[in-house]
């Protein structure tokens, strides 16, 4: 376990992100980013989307450790830097290294995209990306989870938390392996202390979502009886809901999706929504890319649009 967690990780409490002036810029960025990347977030206070990109960026910045650092710029206070490099509209982001710009983009991206962003950035410099050992421990106590080693997997999570509070897939991870073993108070618990960095974080999100759909099935109904009732009276809503909830707690997923699809169709305002959002609770708790979200959520917007 101590092999895959080692690593060398970056002083604590570097200056990873700091405000600068025109004064500054050539220390700042320029001389700065022959020792490491820096990122420049061209922003003004009253741009709304820099607001929500600002944070993003400095949240994946801090989350490399050193890696990459990150300045932001305010353009009506630094005029001439962003004439110089011809800022036509904000936010625009830039990545410096030995000088000179080596990436970019302009208007506000998703979390996901600006994890790509600096990530990419790091790669680009010729540096490893922060953590990458941590992952790697991931996605061994993955593996054992996958093989039903909840209690092994549980401990490789905590390990990791140990070395790093804020890893999101460490945290979803450790949460799973609580609902695996069947601890599904424990497993709130956890979920319940995440760090707020990260508590909206996909990987916790997708936990919640198991969490929700694990205590579901502690009180589902025999699947062969709702099956029954839901054939003698197909316009049965809450048997047809019921019958979702024990054909998901059994793990026959798709024919869950397609009954609450069913009942959408039927009813899209039954029960306050409960179909729909019963839909968006697994689609949560699965991979975005898989097969049974991808189709299921065509098949919900069509319905939707229709």
């Not at 200056?15 to 420049?40: G, N, Q, R, Y």
């Not at 070395?163 to 599904?184: C, F, K, Q, S």
């Not at 729909?276 to 649009?305: C, W, Y």
Request: charged share 20%; hydrophobic share 45%; proline share 5%.
């Amino acid at each position: 376990m101590m092999d895959i967690l080692s690593g060398n990780s970056p002083a604590e409490g570097a200056d990873l992100v700091k405000d600068i002036t025109e004064a500054t810029f050539m220390v700042d960025v320029v001389d700065a980013s022959k020792e490491v990347p820096v990122v420049v977030d061209f922003w003004a206070p009253w741009c709304g989307p820099c607001k929500t990109l600002g944070p993003l960026l400095e949240q994946e910045v801090k989350a490399a450790k050193g890696a990459v650092r990150m300045v932001k710029v305010n353009v009506d206070e630094s005029q001439m830097i962003a004439a110089q490099l011809q800022i036509q509209s904000i936010p625009t982001v830039y990545a410096f290294y030995q000088g000179q710009p080596i990436d970019g983009f302009q208007g506000a991206l998703p979390g996901s995209e600006v994890k790509a962003f600096i990530e990419r950035v790091i790669q680009a410099s010729g540096g490893a990306t922060p953590g990458a050992g941590l992952d790697e421990a991931v996605a061994a106590a993955e593996e054992m989870l996958a093989e039903g080693a909840a209690a092994d997997a549980a401990q490789t999570f905590a390990a990791i938390l140990g070395e790093d509070p804020n890893h999101a897939g460490a945290y979803g991870g450790l949460v799973r392996a609580h609902i695996a073993a069947g601890e599904l108070d424990q497993a709130e618990a956890v979920l319940n202390g995440a760090p707020a960095d990260i508590s909206h974080s996909p990987e916790l999100e997708a936990a919640h979502a198991q969490l929700e759909l694990a205590r579901q099935a502690a009180d589902a109904g025999p699947v062969a009886e709702l099956e029954a009732a839901v054939a003698a009276n197909p316009d049965d809503l809450q048997a047809r809901f019921d019958l979702a909830q024990a054909l998901h707690a059994s793990g026959k997923v798709q024919e869950a999706v397609d009954q609450l699809l069913e009942l959408f169709r039927r009813d899209r305002e039954w029960n306050d929504g409960a179909a729909k959002s019963q839909l968006f609770t697994i689609f949560e708790a699965l991979k975005p890319n898989d097969p049974i979200v991808l189709h299921g959520r065509r098949k919900l917007s069509s319905m939707i649009f229709a």
